[in-house]
């Protein structure tokens, strides 16, 4: 089950902006890094942001990431159709000694 | 090109086992920690197990652990996954990635349990 929760879902018109929040807790956002991925339709997710706020090379600028205390935050500047995915936060946990995974959010 | 592929889904009834494969290419897989992570019809991605670069620690979730076997063999860079016991919430994509960080997927292998 998923211990991290992200709003189901969020939504703009090309060319805005969006914000994708994900809670946690002390046992894994407050003491580990987080990352985010996104997932096309069909398709293996991949990974977008590591280390709380960093790119991998070949991700766009309009994907920022932020986090603070036990939640962190995903924006998207820009939206693109392409962009249309789900999207999920994941840190480590220190109390199950694994991988924890936000709910999910689509993005429309 | 750094490369994951997995193979040896299919369906079997409950109870029953499959040994799902993941092989890595592009990369020196001795060197990594790799991860299984799986996905259910129409629901979120859940992690299933993380095994050190030397396979000598394993992790487990809750919900495979005593059911479920990792292994590693780094001289012909694969990864394996023995899936005994299965019940019908193991139906899922299995996929295998690299590091705990995930920054590598494959494609995934589709696993069915029903009778």
């Known amino acids: 089950q998923s211990v991290l929760t992200q709003p189901p879902s969020v939504s703009a018109a090309p060319g805005q902006k969006v914000a994708i929040s994900c809670s946690g807790s002390s046992s894994n956002i407050g003491r580990s890094a987080v990352s985010w991925y996104q997932q096309l339709p069909g398709t293996a997710p991949k990974r977008l942001i590591y280390?709380?706020?960093q790119r991998p090379s070949g991700i766009p600028d309009r994907f920022s990431a932020s986090k603070s205390g036990t939640s962190a935050t995903l924006g998207i500047t820009g939206l693109q159709s392409g962009d249309e995915a789900d999207y999920y936060c994941?840190?480590?946990?220190?109390?199950?000694?694994?991988?924890?995974f936000g709910t999910g959010t689509k993005v429309t | 090109e750094v490369q994951l592929v997995e193979s040896g889904g299919g369906s079997v009834q409950p109870g029953g086992s499959l040994r799902l494969s993941c092989a890595a290419s592009g990369f020196t897989f001795s060197n990594y920690e790799m991860t299984w992570v799986r996905q259910a019809p129409g629901k979120g991605l859940e992690w299933v197990v993380y095994?050190?670069?030397?396979?000598?620690?394993?992790y487990y979730a809750e919900s495979v652990r005593g059911r479920f076997t990792i292994s590693r063999d780094n001289a012909k860079n694969s990864l394996a996954l023995q899936l005994d016991s299965l019940r019908g919430e193991d139906t899922a994509v299995y996929y295998c990635?690299?590091?705990?960080?995930?920054?590598?997927w494959g494609k995934g292998t589709t696993v069915t349990v029903s009778s």
């Open positions: 990635a690299r590091r705990l960080e995930l920054d590598v």
């Open positions: 095994i050190s670069s030397s396979g000598s620690t394993k």
């Open positions: 994941a840190a480590w946990d220190t109390s199950l000694s694994g991988i924890v």
């Open positions: 280390d709380n706020t």
